[in-house]
């Protein structure tokens, strides 16, 4: 049974707004991205999973427990970083974080040492006065602190400087090695490809395609850069029968599609042209995302 099942959720706010018949499994252990551009419906479906919405129809669990009945039970097996950062009163961002340990019944607070430290977090701010990575950083420590077994997240590299996301990465990808289970919705594209088993992408609130990661990186349809030493070696090239999809003939330079099955072929083609280079133009996510959009 998944960890975490969402079976034909729907939440219409109108005017096409909100989530429309969505359903996703998250198995345990396992890491999955939520894509989408701002205003796709990312946030409305992590506010139901977090048992902030109830949906219009559908059902949503959370280890066997309902995401809207059983919410209060949910909420101690989860970590949680929100879309939108707002803290609650307290003068300081130590005071912010021993609160909800209190809260949470927690008394070791060795790894919310450890991530303050990798995050470069200087807790004893002002709470309200942080800038926004600051906040977004302190959201970060409260939610991995407790350890708790499940991570559902909103964006939470929002307001990171890329040396900063880089060591997000880093702490996420530790706690994939201990076999949490993690929800997360991103629009950095790197850092998904760099975490995720699976990614859903979703577009004007309905999931359009659900994939491995791993799939996508090791995409079947290949596209190779060439640059040929002579002009007149490139024009001979360009009359062999293959897919061209971008020609630079100022530079004896050609982009070609090759499928897995035709690289023997190619490779063949090739030994008769003298080259200046061959590089491999590696798929990404973020290609895979624009083709669907």
């Known amino acids: ?126 709470l309200k006065r942080m800038s926004k990575g600051m906040k977004q950083k302190t959201a970060i420590v409260a939610a991995f602190m407790t350890d708790a077994d499940i991570l559902i997240m909103d964006e939470p590299t929002t307001g990171l400087d890329p040396l900063m996301r880089a060591e997000f990465v880093d702490i996420l990808n530790d706690e994939k090695a201990k076999g949490k289970t993690i929800f997360m919705s991103s629009h950095m594209f790197e850092e998904v490809e760099d975490t995720c088993d699976h990614v859903a992408l979703i577009k004007d609130g309905r999931i359009i395609a659900v994939k491995s990661t791993l799939e996508i990186k090791h995409n079947e349809d290949k596209v190779y850069k060439l640059e040929f030493r002579t002009h007149e070696d490139y024009r001979r090239f360009l009359a062999e029968d293959f897919e061209h999809s971008e020609q630079r003939d100022s530079q004896n330079q050609v982009l070609v599609n090759v499928h897995d099955t035709d690289i023997d072929r190619f490779m063949n083609v090739l030994t008769y042209y003298p080259i200046n280079f061959i590089t491999e133009i590696k798929y990404s996510l973020e290609k895979y995302f624009k083709t669907l959009y």
């Open 1 to 126: 049974m998944p960890l975490i099942e969402i079976n034909s959720v729907t939440k219409d706010y109108g005017d096409g707004r909100g989530n429309f018949d969505v359903s996703l499994s998250i198995e345990r252990g396992e890491v999955f991205g939520f894509v989408g551009t701002n205003g796709a419906g990312k946030t409305t479906l992590i506010r139901q999973l977090m048992g902030f919405l109830q949906p219009d129809s559908g059902t949503i669990t959370v280890n066997g427990q309902d995401a809207w009945s059983d919410a209060a039970e949910i909420k101690k097996l989860v970590g949680y970083i929100p879309g939108e950062i707002a803290f609650p009163d307290a003068p300081t961002g130590t005071a912010f974080l021993r609160q909800q340990a209190e809260l949470l019944g927690l008394r070791d607070m060795s790894y919310a040492d450890y991530v303050t430290e990798k995050l470069q977090l200087d807790p004893t701010a002002n």
